[in-house]
C-alpha cells in the first residue's frame, strides 16, 4: 500500500550523517512505492541548499544526491526561509529584495515557509526528522 | 487537523533550538493545528522567569511564550523529574504549565499524532 | 507503538537517554549513525535490552562494528521504511 511521508532534515550537509541518512530513506520509500510529501529543510538542514558547497572531487556530494532525487521524482526540496536567511543561505529573490549582488540557492530548492511543513505533515501518513 | 507535540529538551540561547521550535509551534497552532508543548531535560530552562537574553546577542523569544492563549495553545506541560532536577518550583515560573510525571509524558507522546524534538 | 530513532551517541548526547525514561515496553528503538555506539557500552547495553532494538545496518557496517553487534537486528533502509509504517509514529530525539 502506497504510504505519503514528509522528511524533515535538520543537519547540515556537511559536519554529521543526517543529511545522507535523510536522503537513503527517502531513496528507500520511493523505491517501496511510497509518495514523499516534500522533504523540508529546516534549522542547520539549510545548508544543504546552497549551490556553493564544493566538496573534493572523490569524495559524496550530498547536495548532488538530493538535486538528483528531486529532479527524478519530482520530489520538492523547500527550505524554511526565515531559517535560511539568518544562516546566509539566499535566492535570487531575497538577495534582489536586500540588495545583494550574489545568492547562492538555485531553482532546486524552494524558498518556502514553516506552513509548508505544518501543511506537509497534515497531509502525510508519516513525518521523518533527521 | 493532526495533534503535533513539540518537546523542547535542549536549553534556551545556547542554540538555537528552542526559538526553532517555538516558532513552529506558533506557526502550527496558527495553522489550526492542536498544538501542545512539552519541556523535558534541560528544555525546562526555558520556563525559568526574569531571563534577559539581550545581554548575550539573543532575542527575547522567550516572552513569545506569554502569548501561547493567543495561539490557544493550552497543553504546556513540563516534565516533573526534570524540574526538580534544576531545581524550578512553581513560583520561579514564568507561565502556567501542567506538570506530568513520566508515564503521563509517555501517554501524551502516545496520544499526539506526531512529535517533533527540538 | 513509538519507533524511537536515536541517531547521536550517548557520550554527546541526552537523547538515548530520555527516549529510555519516556519509552513504553512496546516501543521500538532504532539506532542508526553514532547512536549504534550505545550498544558497546554496557550500561547503555543493558538499559537498551527491555526493549525491541534495531541498528541500521550501514551505519553499523561503516563503523566496522558487524561482529560486535551480530546479535542485534540489522536492518536496511527499506526495512527502515516499513517499520516506520508499522509503528504509529517516529519520534527522533
Not at chain 1, 22 to 47: E, M, N, P, W
Request: charged share 20%; proline share 2%; net charge negative.
Amino acid at each position: 500500500m502506497m504510504s505519503k511521508f514528509i522528511i524533515q532534515v535538520n543537519g547540515p550537509a556537511y559536519g554529521t550523517s543526517a543529511s545522507v541518512n535523510a536522503l537513503r530513506f527517502t531513496q528507500a520509500s520511493l523505491q517501496s512505492g511510497h509518495k514523499i510529501v516534500c522533504v523540508f529543510f529546516y534549522q542547520d538542514g539549510v545548508y544543504n541548499s546552497t549551490d556553493f558547497n564544493l566538496p573534493a572531487s572523490d569524495e559524496y556530494d550530498v547536495v548532488k544526491g538530493w538535486k538528483q532525487l528531486a529532479a527524478e521524482h519530482q520530489v520538492s526540496l523547500v527550505n524554511c526561509v526565515s531559517a535560511a536567511l539568518r544562516r546566509g543561505i539566499v535566492s535570487q529573490q531575497e538577495a534582489q529584495e536586500n540588495g545583494l549582488s550574489h545568492w547562492n540557492v538555485e531553482h532546486s530548492f524552494i524558498m518556502g515557509g514553516l506552513g509548508e511543513l505544518v501543511t506537509g505533515i497534515e497531509s502525510a501518513d508519516r513525518l521523518i526528522c533527521f | 487537523m493532526k495533534k503535533i507535540c513539540i518537546l523542547f529538551r535542549s536549553a534556551p540561547h545556547g542554540t538555537t533550538k528552542g526559538r526553532e521550535a517555538l516558532d513552529f509551534a506558533l506557526l502550527s497552532a496558527s495553522f489550526e493545528q492542536e498544538v501542545s508543548l512539552v519541556f523535558v531535560d534541560e528544555g525546562v530552562l526555558h520556563l525559568l522567569k526574569d531571563q534577559q537574553p539581550e545581554l548575550i546577542g539573543g532575542k527575547d523569544y522567550l516572552a513569545a511564550l506569554k502569548a501561547l492563549p493567543l495561539y490557544d495553545i493550552e497543553s504546556v506541560f513540563a516534565c516533573k523529574q526534570s524540574l526538580g532536577d534544576y531545581g524550578l518550583s512553581h513560583g520561579l515560573l514564568s507561565i502556567p504549565v501542567t506538570i506530568l510525571n513520566d508515564e503521563a509524558i509517555s501517554a501524551h507522546l502516545k496520544a499526539v499524532d506526531e512529535v517533533l524534538v527540538f | 507503538m513509538i519507533l524511537h530513532h536515536i541517531q547521536t551517541s550517548p557520550s554527546r548526547d541526552n537523547a538515548l537517554k530520555l527516549c529510555l525514561r519516556y519509552a513504553c515496553k512496546e516501543d521500538a528503538i532504532l539506532l542508526s549513525s553514532d547512536g549504534v555506539n550505545a550498544l558497546l557500552l554496557r550500561q547503555w547495553a543493558m538499559a537498551l535490552s527491555p526493549f525491541k532494538v534495531m541498528v541500521l545496518k550501514d551505519d553499523v557496517i561503516a563503523r566496522g562494528l558487524t561482529e560486535r553487534l551480530k546479535n542485534i537486528s540489522q536492518i536496511d533502509y527499506s526495512e527502515f521504511v516499513a517499520q516506520s509504517l508499522q509503528h504509529d509514529k517516529v519520534i527522533t530525539w
